[in-house]
């Protein structure tokens, strides 16, 4: 299958697909030291949120998806030069609107797990 959506986003701060099928995505996260929020390394769970909603907006694959809500929890501390895998499932199509499970990994230790609410709009919801 082919990426139709988010085709700019940045692999490094969002993490890069390593498998994409039919309403499914898994998503890499190398995260780095840039990443950290604090001086012992401690990941900023923006990056976690960021490769979740990437890996959600991966398995919808549309070129116009967007995110209209999300309701996650953070399990486990994640630290930077930590790899984590995202794998987001589409649960619920009801036409432009998909619910996306999505939980992530740190080996087998689930670090993060939530629950995508996306929109897929006639036209991007950039363009009048």
């Not at 401690?42 to 990437?54: E, N, P, V």
């Not at 630290?79 to 619920?92: L, S, W």
């Not at 998909?98 to 740190?106: A, D, I, P, S, W």
Request: charged fraction near 30%; charge should be positive; glycine fraction near 8%.
């Amino acid at each position: 299958m082919d990426i139709r959506t988010h085709l700019k986003i940045d692999k490094e701060l969002s993490g890069t697909p390593v498998k994409l099928e039919k309403d499914y995505a898994e998503v890499l996260l190398k995260t780095s030291e840039r990443m950290a929020a604090d001086e012992k390394g401690l990941l900023h769970g923006g990056f976690i949120f960021s490769c979740g909603d990437y890996s959600a907006m991966l398995a919808v694959n549309h070129p116009n998806v967007v995110l209209a809500g999300a309701n996650v929890k953070f399990l486990k501390p994640v630290k930077a030069g930590d790899e984590i895998i995202c794998r987001a499932k589409v649960e619920e199509d009801k036409g432009n609107k998909k619910t996306v499970k999505v939980e992530c990994f740190k080996g087998s230790v689930k670090v993060f797990e939530g629950i995508f609410y996306t929109v897929i709009p006639e036209k991007h919801v950039l363009e009048r």
